[in-house]
């Protein structure tokens, strides 16, 4: 490797010159990455799997959805207003609380 005489550089061009290497270093590797993994892919087609196969990804993609919650709780006077009973209590739910009223009230 050639010896590179830095001592006569600003700081503004060490700074860029060390924005380089690493830009450089970056490069380098996903080149080196993007190799191994064509290396890696050909060995596993060649054993009669994908890398997919192998690693288990295929199934990972997928994620099951969960299912909203059902209504458990319901505003008497607009039944768009629901609460499954997860999470925060509503506004007003909790005004209807602190009224008097019972959560057994709202059940659905």
Do not use: C
């Not at 596993?44 to 799997?49: H, Q, S, T």
């Not at 196969?53 to 709780?73: F, Q």
């Amino acid at each position: 490797m050639a010896k590179v005489d830095l001592k006569p550089l600003s700081l503004a061009e060490l700074k860029s010159l060390k924005l380089r290497v690493e830009k450089a270093i970056a490069r380098h590797d996903k080149k080196q990455k993007t190799k191994a993994l064509a290396v890696v892919k050909a060995k596993a087609k060649e054993l009669g799997f994908s890398l997919d196969d192998l690693t288990g990804r295929a199934s990972a993609k997928k994620p099951t959805a969960k299912k909203p919650a059902k209504a458990a709780y319901r505003h008497p006077d607009d039944a768009s207003k629901t609460w499954a009973g997860r999470g925060a209590r509503p506004l007003w739910l909790k005004d209807a609380l602190k009224s008097g009223k019972s959560l057994e009230d709202f059940k659905v």
